[in-house]
T-cell receptor, first 115, second 110 residues
Framework: GAVVSQHPSRVICKSGTSVKIECRSL??????MFWYRQFPKQSLMLMAT?????????EQGVEKDKFLINHASLTLSTLTVTSAHPEDSSFYIC???????????FGPGTRLTVL | QKEVEQDPGPLSVPEGAIVSLNCTYS??????FMWYRQYSRKGPELLMY????GNKEDGRFTAQVDKSSKYISLFIRDSQPSDSATYLC??????????FGTGTSLTVIP
């Protein structure tokens, strides 16, 4: 199956700092990638759709100025959590649908802890 | 009403049991159906993918789609402790919008 990687796998930061999370499609090109957030024992919450070469599409209630998304190439999307606060602590997961396929593959996730 | 409903469990079964996981949905336009397995602190892993109605088998796993009842199932035969995870159903009409269930937590007891 297609492989999606994320980096870092976990990060701990102080309140007020910014954190960048990378999502890469390793063996396919992805014009679209998705960013999800997951709280413990809860399902995936779609935050935004990242489109290569254009602006991301954010879901209702997600602050686009706080969660900056950049999809600069066909294999890389980044999510930057700006001025992170403890309530931003969560598990962030990206996914991508390989071209011509009807499903999507997930990265391993990034656990963010904001102190 | 949610687009996709899934019983969160938790579900606990003895090793070797047959497990049945289910999702119901409201949008009759859904065409693509998926099951993902998610281990604790990991990203979801695609387990089964089905287009339209019917059955699909892969080893100990069988996915069923009944579009007339808007109901999908995942069966796990001869369940193993390594099957202990959260199972998410997902579906889509077309394009890139996916709808996920809340996930069912499964524990297989040795």
């Amino acid at each position: 199956g297609a492989v999606v990687s994320q980096h870092p796998s976990r990060v701990i930061c102080k309140s007020g700092t910014s954190v960048k999370i990378e999502c890469r499609s390793l063996d396919f090109q992805a014009t679209t990638m998705f960013w999800y957030r997951q709280f413990p024992k809860q399902s995936l919450m779609l935050m935004a759709t990242s489109n290569e070469g254009s602006k991301a599409t954010y879901e209702q209630g997600v602050e686009k100025d706080k969660f900056l998304i950049n999809h600069a190439s066909l294999t890389l999307s980044t999510l930057t959590v700006t001025s992170a606060h403890p309530e931003d602590s969560s598990f962030y997961i990206c996914s991508a649908p390989p071209g011509g396929r009807d499903t999507q593959y997930f990265g391993p996730g990034t656990r963010l802890t904001v102190l | 009403q949610k687009e996709v409903e899934q019983d969160p469990g938790p579900l606990s079964v003895p090793e070797g049991a047959i497990v049945s996981l289910n999702c119901t949905y409201s949008n009759s336009a859904f065409q693509y159906f998926m099951w993902y397995r998610q281990y604790s602190r990991k990203g979801p892993e695609l387990l089964m993918y089905t287009y339209s109605s019917g059955n699909k088998e892969d080893g100990r796993f069988t996915a069923q789609v009944d579009k007339s009842s808007k109901y999908i199932s995942l069966f796990i035969r001869d369940s193993q402790p390594s099957d202990s995870a959260t199972y998410l159903c997902a579906m889509r009409v077309g394009g890139n919008q996916f709808y996920f269930g809340t996930g069912t937590s499964l524990t297989v007891i040795p």
